[in-house]
């Protein structure tokens, strides 16, 4: 099995994560392309509840022990709960002025395209 694949499916056995992207980054860094080395992770989980960000590194890399010994190397990690996660997805962008039809607030002017 495929590195990636093992990360992945480790963490969704332990964690039972409600949204989990594992993307495998290796390419970015030294050696060849191909390697499975360095993966940046975004795990969504509330078994992450009560648990400080360090705490929450610290038990994934603990799951992923055997998979260091087997040649990854770093991992860049986003450990939240669902709350947090939503409440970081809460910032949206403003509305179009040209698409609102009531705003309390005054609205960025947004950039028209012109044809021709």
């Given at each position: 099995m495929k590195l990636q694949r093992q990360v992945e499916s480790i963490l969704r056995e332990l964690l039972h994560p409600i949204y989990l992207k594992v993307e495998n980054e290796s390419q970015l860094h030294a050696g060849p392309s191909d ?82």
């Open positions: 390697r499975e080395t360095h993966f940046n992770i975004v795990i969504v989980s509330n078994r992450f509840q009560g648990m400080n960000s360090v705490e929450r590194h610290r038990y994934v890399y603990e799951s992923l022990k055997d998979e260091f010994q087997r040649g990854l190397h770093a991992l860049t990690l986003q450990t939240v709960t669902e709350e947090q996660w939503v409440d970081s997805r809460a910032i949206e962008s403003p509305p179009c002025h040209h698409k609102a039809s009531t705003q309390s607030t005054p609205s960025f002017e947004c950039a028209r395209i012109k044809e021709g």
